[in-house]
């Protein structure tokens, strides 16, 4: 039993790598939280810095979440709950990072990893419904919480095994509490929404 909380507790380790943090603080002198929406995460860096930016640390943080949880298939390939909760950890690690005051992301891209790591093809459909989305509504935190939402619905009722269905849905659950300032824009009308560079007034 030693092991699986050993892999546990080190995805929670990775996961709390605060990329965006460090990354602003390193290249810009300022830590990300203090600009825009207020949060690390990808979307908050690319609308500061830029889109390569964005992308370093999105690709960072979805690793976060998709290293360890191949790690643990591989370590115990048997051993449901510890597979589920090392990707649970990393998302943990994500939001409440020891290494950056447990002020974290809203786990979007971390929770993406997760799901790349335990069934790619239904990961790479989450994601494609991820882009759809923020291309129709763009608004990144509304398309990532649906996507991610119906992609844990459809795991609970194709999965035999339900400790992964429940253990998606908590995390599509937990992306929402961490949404929360989110979803009180969404619902006034008042998200920040991404620009693609179009309809740029003149
Ligand atoms: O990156 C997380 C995204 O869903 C929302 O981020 O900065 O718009 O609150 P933000």
């Known amino acids: 039993i030693w092991k699986p909380i050993l892999m546990i507790v080190l995805a929670y380790l990775a996961g709390s790598i605060p990329t965006g943090v460090w990354y ?10 203090e600009l825009g929406s207020g949060n690390s995460g990808g979307t908050n860096v690319g609308r500061n810095f830029g889109g390569i930016a964005a992308i370093l640390v999105i690709a ?12 643990a298939k591989h370590l115990f390939p048997t051993i449901d709950w ?6 649970i950890a ?8 020891l290494w950056a005051s447990f002020r974290g992301g809203k786990v979007v891209a971390t929770s993406i990893g997760v799901m790349l790591g335990f069934w790619f093809p239904v990961a790479l459909i989450q994601v494609a419904l ?4 923020v291309f129709v509504t763009s608004m990144v935190s509304l398309s990532a919480m649906l996507s991610y939402t119906i992609i844990a619905i459809y795991l609970f009722f194709a999965l035999p095994s339900k400790i992964y269905g429940v253990g998606f849905l908590l995390i599509a659950l937990f992306m929402m509490y961490r949404h929360r300032s989110n979803i009180e824009r969404i619902l006034k009308g008042e998200e920040r929404r991404l620009n693609f560079g179009l309809n740029k007034p003149k």
């Open 82 to 87: 510890a597979i589920m909760l090392t990707g």
């Open 24 to 33: 602003s603080k390193l290249v810009h002198k300022i830590d990300v939280r």
């Open 60 to 71: 960072v943080d979805v690793l976060k979440g998709w290293i360890p949880i191949l790690i």
């Open 90 to 97: 990393s998302v943990l690690g994500h939001a409440y990072p």
């Open 130 to 133: 991820l882009a759809g989305l």
